[in-house]
């Protein structure tokens, strides 16, 4: 059995990329699962999701906490110790990160010992598909590393984006953009060992007391020491020269991090602001430009 986790941030597509895994592998006649496991459903919080794949029906459910695989599709998330998207990795697994740095840089960096592939499909999202949504060039990536064949790809892509849109020319899009990354990925083999999870195949996932479920502050991931604002693609940049000060993009910033400076015009606080852009769309006098944000290591 092959098992592949996937880290996100909400909004970024991990859920339907690990659907599009699940279902070209189910194309090809194998057995699969997927299913996502969100935390608090924000964008831009992190997710995660799985998929398992199988030529026998499977019967282990459950979290996948030894995967053969990991996807992250925002670097971040390996700083993030919530995510802590690195755990238990099998030997002979591998971590493919989204990042325009090399494989050999983002393995020094982030200290990952399992072999790393990289490729920067946000930047390929924006270029393709004019939109940081991954979900499709992220199962792209997966089903080549999981070694699915591209016409598996071709149809799952089909199957599912055309569930979720309506238009018919960013469905074909969709196709271009997982074939595109398909192949930018050089086949590898997955080294892993079958193993069953510890214990029984059906894994306990206990419901959560009381104390953790309740909304009181209980790790420094909820914390005002956590910094929304590093997963950022785009931010927003005022034209003050534009701006008429009517405060509507005070009142709609959803993290309310717009405040007025002393000569009465709005700015954001970069740590947290969350690259929504809700700002640059509700500004009557279009004073707020989106402007690209590119992670500096
Ligand atoms: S993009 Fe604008 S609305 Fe969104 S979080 Fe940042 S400041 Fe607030
Ligand atoms: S919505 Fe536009 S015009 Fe109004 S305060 Fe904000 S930037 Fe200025």
Same mark, same amino acid.
């Given at each position: 059995?092959?098992?592949?986790?996937?880290?996100?941030?909400?909004?970024?597509?991990?859920? %339907?990329?690990?659907?599009?895994?699940?279902?070209?592998?189910?194309?090809?006649?194998?057995?699969?699962?997927?299913?996502?496991?969100?935390?608090?459903?924000?964008?831009?919080?992190?997710?995660?999701?799985?998929?398992?794949?199988? #030529?026998?029906?499977?019967?282990?459910?459950?979290?996948?906490?030894? #995967?053969?695989?990991?996807?992250?599709?925002?670097?971040?998330?390996?700083?993030?110790?919530?995510?802590?998207?690195?755990?238990?990795?099998?030997?002979?697994?591998?971590?493919?990160?989204?990042?325009?740095?090399? #494989?050999?840089?983002?393995?020094?960096?982030?200290?990952?010992?399992?072999?790393?592939?990289?490729?920067?499909?946000?930047?390929?999202?924006?270029?393709?598909?004019?939109?940081?949504?991954?979900?499709?060039?992220?199962?792209?990536?997966?089903?080549?590393?999981?070694?699915?064949?591209?016409?598996?790809?071709?149809?799952? %892509?089909?199957?599912?984006?055309?569930?979720?849109?309506?238009?018919?020319?960013?469905?074909?899009?969709?196709?271009?953009?997982?074939?595109?990354?398909?192949?930018?990925?050089?086949?590898?083999?997955?080294?892993?060992?079958?193993?069953?999870?510890?214990?029984?195949?059906?894994?306990?996932?206990?419901?959560?007391?009381?104390?953790?479920?309740?909304?009181?502050?209980?790790?420094?991931?909820?914390?005002?020491?956590?910094?929304?604002?590093?997963?950022?693609?785009?931010?927003?940049?005022?034209?003050?020269?534009?701006?008429?000060?009517?405060?509507?993009?005070?009142?709609?910033? #959803?993290?309310?991090?717009?405040?007025?400076?002393?000569?009465?015009?709005?700015?954001?606080?970069?740590?947290?602001?969350?690259?929504?852009?809700?700002?640059?769309?509700?500004?009557?006098?279009?004073?707020?430009?989106?402007?690209?944000?590119?992670?500096?290591?």
């Amino acid at each position: 059995m092959l098992r592949v986790r996937f880290h996100g941030r909400g909004g970024q597509g991990a859920k %339907v990329a690990s659907r599009v895994l699940g279902t070209a592998a189910f194309i090809e006649g194998c057995y699969a699962q997927d299913f996502p496991l969100y935390g608090a459903e924000r964008r831009g919080a992190p997710i995660a999701a799985f998929t398992r794949i199988s #030529p026998k029906p499977i019967l282990e459910r459950g979290v996948i906490s030894e #995967p053969d695989i990991v996807i992250i599709l925002d670097e971040t998330l390996l700083d993030d110790p919530i995510a802590n998207p690195l755990s238990g990795i099998k030997e002979g697994g591998i971590v493919f990160i989204n990042t325009a740095h090399s #494989p050999a840089e983002a393995k020094d960096k982030f200290k990952v010992t399992k072999q790393v592939i990289t490729l920067d499909i946000t930047k390929i999202g924006l270029d393709m598909l004019g939109l940081p949504v991954l979900s499709t060039l992220a199962g792209g990536v997966a089903s080549r590393i999981a070694g699915l064949k591209e016409d598996s790809l071709r149809n799952a %892509v089909e199957k599912e984006a055309s569930e979720i849109l309506t238009d018919k020319s960013l469905v074909t899009k969709n196709v271009e953009a997982a074939l595109y990354c398909f192949h930018a990925v050089q086949p590898v083999k997955v080294k892993t060992t079958e193993t069953i999870q510890k214990g029984s195949p059906v894994i306990d996932v206990p419901f959560e007391p009381a104390v953790i479920s309740s909304p009181t502050i209980n790790t420094t991931g909820n914390t005002l020491l956590r910094k929304t604002g590093n997963w950022r693609v785009f931010k927003p940049v005022w034209n003050y020269e534009a701006c008429t000060k009517c405060m509507t993009c005070v009142a709609r910033c #959803p993290d309310g991090c717009i405040a007025v400076n002393e000569d009465g015009f709005p700015y954001t606080d970069y740590d947290n602001c969350k690259g929504c852009m809700i700002c640059v769309e509700e500004c009557p006098v279009k004073a707020i430009e989106k402007v690209r944000d590119v992670h500096a290591w």
